[in-house]
């Protein structure tokens, strides 16, 4: 089945300007359809050179076990509808209450900035692979642009466009952000807070990523992202009782779990209309 949802930059470990990355013959046989090959981002290049042509590129279909989210696959008029100022409007006025829950928070926190965006018409979100060569258990991992607050961060959207800023060398105005979603917890207690922001068309925008944070840049479309047999669950246990569940998000070459497919569930349940959407407990 070809979704035609995933487009590619590919950013190697060494410093910028990167150079052309290689395909595996492995994963080619892994996948014919999917984007194995990747497009490299040059030095202050224009996106458009790099999104052009990718939005038709097809994904193997995968296999996960998965539990009643949506009615049925959103057809294309329902995703162009993520876009429109009338769905943007929704979306400020959804979240508005939540800067109330922040105040509340103290000087603590950190920040993620859950990028939604065009890529040839289609609304898409964009992710990041953290660099394998972060300190951490998250190094290698698919994530938001985000971090920790800085001192001369004044509130959560701050911290959010900063860190953005850094790790993708991309400026982002506040006029762009939509809202900020309820608050966050990770395992340590640390408040996180996904900022929801539109950037645009993503043809317009020239990245210049950090290589010692960002390993890759990749975009799923809305539509592959609200496709039901491309989401599932994971159980955690502690000890011999049971834990607790948590969403993941599949596509051929990376999964998104742990709290970025938190924060993308709780996003898509902002962006895409609710009426596409059913509550988690319903099974399908």
Not at 68 to 96: F, I, W, Y
Not at 127 to 146: E, M, N
Request: aromatic fraction near 6%; hydrophobic fraction near 35%; proline fraction near 6%.
């Amino acid at each position: 089945m070809n979704y035609g949802c995933m487009n590619w930059l590919h950013i190697p470990n060494d410093f910028l300007p990167f150079s052309h990355a290689s395909q595996s013959p492995s994963n080619r046989s892994k996948c014919q359809n999917s984007p194995e090959s990747s497009t490299a981002l040059k030095r202050s290049t224009n996106s458009a050179s790099i999104f052009r042509g990718l939005s038709n590129i097809g994904l193997c279909k995968a296999a996960v076990q998965t539990r009643g989210l949506h009615r049925k696959a959103p057809q294309r008029t329902v995703m162009d509808e993520c876009l429109s100022a009338g769905n943007e409007a929704r979306c400020r006025r959804s979240l508005q209450a939540n800067a109330a829950l922040y105040a509340r928070e103290g000087t603590s926190w950190a920040a993620v900035l859950v990028c939604l965006c065009a890529v040839s018409g289609d609304p898409t979100l964009l992710f990041t692979l953290r660099s394998a060569k972060l300190k951490g258990r998250h190094k290698g991992d698919v994530s938001f642009a985000g971090g920790k607050k800085d001192p001369s961060d004044r509130t959560v959207v701050d911290t959010a466009l900063r860190e953005a800023r850094e790790e993708l060398g991309i400026h982002i105005t506040e006029d762009k952000v939509w809202g900020v979603l309820k608050p966050l917890r990770d395992t340590s207690g640390m408040m996180i807070a996904p900022v929801i922001a539109n950037l645009g068309p993503l043809e317009a925008l020239s990245f210049r990523p950090n290589p010692s944070e960002v390993e890759e840049i990749f975009t799923l479309t809305l539509e592959h992202l609200c496709q039901p047999q491309n989401r599932g669950y994971t159980h955690f246990r502690t000890g011999d009782r049971y834990g607790y569940t948590l969403p993941v998000f599949h596509s051929p070459k990376h999964r998104v779990w742990g709290l970025t497919a938190v924060a993308l569930d709780h996003a898509l349940k902002i962006i895409v209309p609710p009426e596409q959407l059913l509550d988690h407990s319903v099974a399908q």
